[in-house]
C-alpha cells in the first residue's frame, strides 16, 4: 500500500484581543487601570479618564496588560514628555504623567498597600521629592558593536535586549549629559569598540567620573585617546577588565566624593551611592528627626553601606554601630569615619541573611535602629531588631512590598507604624521608594 506524505495543518495563529478602554486609575508604574470582561487592564502610557483602543499583549485569569492602538479620548492632563527617546528607552515610563500625579499615585499605592497587608491605616504624605528632571547622577550605559551601525551606546528598550542609541537624557545631571556625545565620540574610535561591555558615568562633588568595561586589554593608542578624553573634559576614567578589578587610567590621589550633613563620604567608582543627590540630604534630615536623636542614644545602622545614615547619626550620639554585608564598603565607612574625625562610629562585615548572634555587636545594647536593606527586604534580621527592643525603629524602603511584609513582624511585636512617606527619588520611573517610623508603644 502507498502511503502519500500529508502535511499537518498548521494551528491558526491566535489573533489579538483588540478593546476600547477608558482608564479610571493610575498605577505606580505609570500604567493606566481599566476594567473589561471582569479583568482588571494595566495600559501602557493611558491615563485617568482616557479611552484608548488596545491590544492585549499578556492576559492572565484575574488580569491583563495591553497596549494602546489608537488614543480615542486624551486627557488634559497629559504632557509632553522632554526625552525624544521615551516611546523606545526602557528607562522611563511616566514622562507623559505630571510629576504632581506621579507623585501623589505613589504615595497613595504605598498606603494602599501598607493597609492591605497590615491593617494600618496611614499617609505617605508630605512626600519628600527635589527636581523632576536632571536629578540622576549616575547611569550605567550598555555598549555594543553592529557590523552595519557601528558602536551603539544607551539603555535597553523595554521587554528586550536591544539597545536604544542614547545622545541625551533629560533625567542625568546636566554635567553628565553634555559629556555623552563626547564619551560616545571616544568610544567608537577606540580599536578595541568591538570588545566593550558597558560604560558607567558618575557625578562626584568633585568632579565626574567614567568606569569603561573593556572585555579584551586596550592598547597604547586606546588608552591614549581616553587619557586625551580625560583632560579634555576634567573627567576621571577608569578601566575596568576581565578579572573585577578596576583601575585608574592616570594615577591620582585624588578620591571621588559628596558631602552629606557637613561630612565627606569617599566612594570607590563601583560603589553604591544614592542615585539622586538632592532627596538623599532630605531623606538623612527625616530620619535624623525621625530617630530624635540625643548624646545618650546607641544606634545600630543595618545595611549601612558606607556610612551614608551613620556618619550624620554619629555627630549627634554617643555611640553607633554599621552593619553592612559588602566588606570593601565596610572599609570604605571605617575610612569615612577617620576622615572626619568622628571616633564614636564603629563598623562591622555581617552576612545579615545569616545566623549572626555570634558576633560582638549582637549582643551590645541599643536603644534605636535604623536600616536601609536592598530590595529582598530585612526578614532575617527582624526578630533581631525585635529582640533589642529599641524604642525607635527607622526603616527604609526600596521595595514597598518587603516593606509591608517586615512591617508585619514589628506591628505584631508591640510597635506602631507612626510616620510613613514616600521618597520620589526616581520621577518619572516606577521606582518607589520609602521610610516608615516605628516607635515601641
Known amino acids: 500500500m502507498v502511503q502519500f506524505y500529508s502535511p499537518k495543518k498548521r494551528p491558526a495563529k491566535k489573533q489579538a484581543t483588540m478593546l476600547d478602554v477608558t482608564a479610571t486609575a493610575l498605577d505606580a508604574n505609570g500604567q493606566g487601570i481599566a476594567h473589561a470582561g471582569g479583568k482588571t487592564i494595566f495600559v501602557k502610557g493611558l491615563l485617568p479618564e482616557e479611552t484608548a483602543r488596545i491590544r492585549l499583549i499578556e492576559e492572565k485569569r484575574q488580569f491583563a496588560k495591553g497596549e494602546v492602538i489608537k488614543l480615542l479620548v486624551t486627557s488634559p492632563q497629559r504632557v509632553t514628555p ?32 501598607i493597609k492591605r497587608e497590615t491593617g494600618v491605616t496611614i499617609s505617605a504624605k508630605p512626600i519628600i521629592a527635589g527636581a ?15 557590523q552595519e551601525k557601528g558602536l551603539v551606546m544607551g539603555f535597553r528598550q523595554e521587554r528586550s535586549n536591544d539597545l536604544v542609541m542614547i545622545e541625551t537624557c533629560p533625567v542625568l545631571k546636566p554635567q553628565l549629559n553634555e559629556l555623552l556625545q563626547p564619551l560616545f565620540n571616544v568610544l567608537k574610535q577606540l580599536s578595541a569598540v568591538r570588545e566593550l561591555g558597558h560604560v558607567e558615568i558618575v557625578l562626584a562633588d568633585n568632579g565626574p567620573l567614567v568606569i569603561l568595561r573593556h572585555l579584551s586589554p586596550l592598547s597604547e593608542n586606546d588608552k591614549a585617546r581616553l587619557r586625551d578624553f580625560s583632560h579634555n573634559y576634567q573627567v576621571t576614567v577608569y578601566l575596568a577588565g576581565n578579572h573585577d578589578e578596576i583601575a585608574r587610567l592616570i594615577p591620582s590621589k585624588k ?41 545618650s542614644d546607641r544606634v545600630l545602622d543595618l545595611f549601612c553601606g558606607m556610612g551614608n545614615f ?9 555611640h553607633v554601630v554599621g552593619i553592612e554585608g559588602v566588606p570593601a564598603l565596610v572599609d570604605m565607612a571605617k575610612n569615612n569615619a577617620t576622615l572626619n574625625q568622628l571616633k564614636n562610629a564603629h563598623f562591622w562585615h555581617a552576612d545579615l541573611s545569616a545566623d549572626f548572634s555570634a558576633m560582638p555587636w549582637a549582643k551590645e545594647g541599643f536603644n534605636k535602629v535604623l536600616l536601609d536593606p536592598a530590595r529582598a527586604g530585612a526578614a532575617e534580621v527582624m526578630p533581631h531588631i525585635v529582640g533589642l527592643s529599641p524604642e525607635k525603629i527607622v526603616y527604609v524602603s526600596c521595595n514597598p512590598t518587603t516593606l509591608a511584609r517586615d512591617s508585619k513582624i514589628l506591628l505584631d511585636s508591640g510597635y506602631q507604624l507612626t510616620h510613613l512617606k514616600m521618597l520620589d527619588m526616581f520621577p518619572q520611573t516606577g521606582h518607589l521608594e520609602s521610610m516608615a517610623l516605628f516607635s515601641r508603644k
Open 82 to 113: 522632554h526625552c525624544r527617546y521615551y516611546e523606545r528607552c526602557g528607562g522611563c515610563q511616566q514622562q507623559h504623567v505630571p510629576i504632581s500625579l506621579q507623585r501623589t499615585t505613589k504615595a497613595d499605592v504605598l498606603s494602599h498597600l
Open 132 to 146: 523632576e528632571y536632571g536629578y540622576r547622577r549616575r547611569a550605567r550605559l550598555g555598549l555594543r558593536f553592529h
Open 255 to 295: 578620591e571621588p566624593f559628596y558631602q552629606i550633613d557637613g561630612l565627606n563620604l569617599h566612594f570607590a567608582p563601583t560603589d553604591f551611592i544614592q542615585v539622586n543627590d538632592e532627596v538623599n540630604p532630605l531623606m538623612v534630615v527625616q530620619a535624623i528627626e525621625w530617630l530624635d536623636l540625643s548624646l
Open 310 to 318: 551613620t556618619l550624620p547619626i554619629a555627630k549627634r550620639v554617643t
